[in-house]
């Protein structure tokens, strides 16, 4: 029942709870409770939206960081995790396989905003061994949603 | 410009109405800002892997005719899928056709079965071609009333006492277009029971079989002692969303294929081979968007449903497709004058019920394959509308 609410909040957050209940025939009260109990667990961690910040002239810088890190005893990479993530630049951190280890998106106002956290904040982390940083060009698309030129094909408007 | 021509068209043609809603299209494309819950397709687009299957052929050179039953491969998926599906075992070699549309499935299956003035028994309401195929392959449409009291279903007896020598088959199509109405096991056992009584065929047009909510889909050959007298037609426009490929099938005895077959070579000579290309596709990776696609348009259909009762237009719970018929009786105004006047004065276009037969009269169809944010805005006006009616 919960995994029905949270795939339409996921895809709309702003559907209401009222809304909800008359998409999945569940109970208002029951909805709103369900909501309120998986904000309270962070099972929804926040509602938020997907914006192009071109279209208002905003300059964003963001780059995708390949972090090599060498692993701690007891702790893994769970702690060298920590240090990054509690930097608010990096919006998002993934433990991946493969060559490198630790994957850390960061976004700023400028391209030296973003150099200066990985030269100053990252790279001096001790357990750190080496950074690769790809700035982004172009978002083509972002959450499932494309962000330029979506097809918008009209129907005809009566068919029988 | 042929007026001294006489009978410019011909009896046959002259018989059949125009479609219902002529007068609609007109007044429709002068206006702007029109919600449209008068359409009868899906708002997806088709699958992106599906399309990007069927660009693909086109890059690689698929641009001839296929064999006339459609492409092997085609009918072995087909096949593979009615088995798996409903345990049902057609050849791929002689008990398949592939069809423009389930629309082209349903004129041949007519023409090859009906002798001039054979009788079909089909429900009313019902989708607006199958009277006129009848008509136009030489039969004569027999109409049964259905209900909303009984769920728009065919009643076994009612069909039974239209029975009569001339009667060839009864042609139905659930879950239906324009009710949403699906038929129970129980009722449709019923109706074999007739079929197989009076020794009838049955033209099942099973278009929007994949698009039930909370009940299952009784394919009508799985039912006892009926596979060898059943024409089967599916398609993929709805499921799939491919409304705009034509393609569709027919999955029947070896003799009524056959004879289908005869018609569509000389008339069709295979369906458009990129759409059976994609059609693959479908078959082969297309179950998982079918499911998604069914999850969001049950939401809507609870949106609409709800919308409809709550203003006051009294709406039976459609179990399939994506219409939803509410009552308008209590607005005093017949189909086409409701219709016509929310058109003009609110911008929601709906389709009259009368389009699809006589039972019609008194609903409308309301399309849900629509976004939710325009069924809240078409609920809304409609809302507005039946107030200022009624005061």
Avoid at chain 2, 171 to 198: C, D, F, W
């Amino acid at each position: 029942m919960i995994n029905e609410i949270l795939r339409i909040l996921e895809n709309d957050a702003r559907t209401t709870p009222k809304q909800i209940s008359t998409m999945t025939s569940i109970p208002l009260n029951e909805v709103a409770k369900l909501i309120k109990q998986a904000e309270k667990d962070r099972t929804i961690l926040k509602y938020k939206t997907i914006i192009n910040w071109d279209k208002v002239g905003e300059e964003q810088v963001s780059a995708l960081i390949e972090v090599k890190v060498a692993p701690q005893r007891d702790v893994g990479f769970d702690a060298v995790a920590e240090r990054i993530y509690r930097f608010p630049q990096a919006r998002s951190v993934y433990l991946l396989s493969g060559a490198y280890d630790l994957l850390v998106v960061v976004t700023g106002k400028t391209m030296h905003e973003v150099a200066d956290f990985v030269s100053q904040k990252l790279a001096p982390i001790e357990e750190v061994q080496g950074t690769v940083t790809h700035f982004m060009l172009k978002r083509y698309k972002e959450d499932g949603e494309i962000l330029e030129g979506k097809e918008k094909v009209k129907r005809q408007p009566v068919i029988l | 410009m042929s007026t001294k021509m006489r009978n410019t068209s011909s009896q046959r043609v002259n018989q059949i109405a125009p479609s219902g809603i002529r007068k609609f299209f007109d007044l429709l494309a002068s206006m702007e800002g029109v919600i449209s819950l008068g359409v009868g397709e899906p708002d997806f687009t088709t699958p992106w892997h599906i399309r990007e299957a069927a660009i693909y052929s086109l890059e690689k050179g698929y641009t001839m005719y296929t064999s006339n039953s459609g492409m092997p491969e085609l009918r072995r998926e087909l096949s593979r899928y009615l088995k798996e599906r409903y345990n049902l075992s057609y050849d791929p070699d002689t008990e398949l056709l592939i069809t423009v549309g389930v629309s082209e499935a349903l004129d041949l299956a007519t023409r090859a079965v009906l002798d001039p003035g054979d009788e079909v028994i089909m429900p009313d309401p019902c989708y607006v071609s199958y009277s006129p195929c009848v008509t136009l392959a030489g039969g004569i449409p027999i109409m049964v009333p259905t209900h909303e009291e009984n769920n728009f279903e065919l009643n076994a007896a009612d069909i039974e006492a239209r029975v009569t020598s001339k009667t060839k088959a009864i042609l139905i199509g659930y879950p239906s277009n324009p009710t949403g109405a699906v038929m129970s096991k129980e009722k449709l056992l019923r109706l074999a029971e007739v079929a197989q009584r009076h020794q009838l065929l049955v033209i099942s047009d099973e278009i929007y079989a994949r698009l039930v909510y909370g009940v299952k889909h009784t394919c009508f050959a799985t039912l006892p002692e009926m596979k060898e007298s059943t024409v089967l037609l599916g398609g993929f426009s709805k499921a799939y969303a491919m409304t705009g490929w034509r393609i569709g099938y027919a999955a029947a005895s070896k003799e009524i294929i056959a004879a289908m077959t005869k018609i569509h070579q000389y008339t069709i000579m295979c369906a458009p081979t990129m759409a059976q290309v994609a059609a693959i596709e479908a078959l082969k990776s297309g179950e998982s968007s079918v499911l998604e696609m069914v999850e969001d348009y049950n939401r809507r259909r609870l949106v609409m449903v709800k919308g409809l009762n709550d203003l006051g237009l009294r709406c039976f719970e459609p179990k399939g497709a994506f219409y939803a018929f509410p009552s308008i009786k209590a607005t005093g105004m017949t189909s086409e004058e409701f219709a016509e006047k929310l058109l003009v004065e609110e911008k929601v276009a709906v389709v009259p019920g009368n389009a699809f037969g006589q039972c019609g009269e008194g609903y409308v169809r309301c399309c849900y394959a629509t976004s939710l944010a325009e069924i809240e805005e078409a609920l809304l006006r409609m809302g507005r509308f039946v107030k200022k009616c009624k005061k």
